[in-house]
């Protein structure tokens, strides 16, 4: 049988949306993974994202179809990616998750798989928590939770900085967010998307 794993990010500068890209990527190499990369919708006014620079940025994934809640319900796994804002995930995927009621209380995500990776500033501008904190939502919707084990070698790599945590994929951006993902965090995050759907396949094989 054939698997749906959908990966629904939201991304302001597009650091997420390659990230999202290299999950999806990842979970297309594993057979009978039906894929697809979805954007949750923007609530920042247009004058207000290009103040911050970020409107000409969008622009390279103005074409990624926005997500529904049927994204959801109808895929046996979902990759979530988010920017961090301060240490939680962005307001335009919380909006999205704070629609997910009706879901929630029909039981639809129960024995889903669900999976986050981020982007931050930073270093250490809260990778972790902000997947970790992400966690509770996914739990409360009963889904089954897989991260980055340690099987994936680059989350050990010493020779430069670079995100990936065992709770997932990471990069970080730069205060001026010029940094772009490295091949390490590419390279983790693939690895989340055959992982997540290989896991996925066994579950509903």
Same mark, same amino acid.
Request: aromatic share 6%.
């Given at each position: 049988m054939s698997i749906k794993v959908n990966v629904v990010f939201y991304s302001m500068f597009g650091h997420v949306y390659k990230m999202a890209e290299?999950?999806?990527? #990842?979970?297309?190499? @594993?057979?009978? *993974?039906? @894929?697809?990369? %979805?954007? @949750? *919708?923007?609530?920042? /006014? !247009? !004058?207000?994202?290009?103040?911050?620079?970020?409107?000409a940025a969008r622009a390279s994934f103005a074409k990624v /179809?926005?997500?529904? %809640? !049927? =994204?959801?319900?109808? *895929? =046996? *796994?979902v990759i979530f990616g988010t920017p961090t804002?301060? $240490?939680?995930?962005?307001?335009?995927?919380?909006?999205? %998750? !704070?629609?997910?009621? /009706? +879901?929630?209380?029909?039981?639809?995500? +129960? #024995?889903? @798989? #669900?999976s986050v990776f981020a982007s931050?500033?930073?270093? =250490? $501008?809260?990778?972790?928590?902000?997947?970790?904190?992400?966690h509770t939502t996914l739990l409360h919707h009963g889904m089954i939770i897989v991260g980055v084990p340690y099987s994936?070698? $680059?989350?050990?790599?010493?020779?430069?900085?670079? $995100?990936?945590? /065992?709770?997932?994929?990471t990069t970080m951006a730069g205060p001026d967010g010029s940094r772009q993902p490295t091949e390490n965090e590419l390279t983790i995050a693939r690895f989340q998307g055959k992982h997540v759907a290989e896991i996925t396949t066994k579950l509903f094989r």
């Open positions: 290299a999950i999806a990527e #990842g979970a297309k190499s @594993v057979s009978g *993974a039906e @894929v697809k990369v %979805l954007q @949750v *919708a923007e609530t920042i /006014p !247009d !004058d207000i994202l290009e103040k911050y620079g970020a409107k /179809p926005v997500a529904t %809640l !049927d =994204h959801l319900t109808e *895929a =046996h *796994a804002r301060f $240490g939680n995930m962005a307001g335009q995927m919380r909006t999205f %998750l !704070d629609q997910t009621g /009706p +879901i929630w209380f029909s039981g639809g995500l +129960i #024995g889903k @798989v #669900g931050t500033g930073s270093q =250490h $501008g809260g990778q972790e928590t902000t997947i970790t904190s992400f994936e070698k $680059g989350l050990v790599e010493m020779g430069a900085i670079s $995100g990936g945590t /065992p709770y997932g994929a």
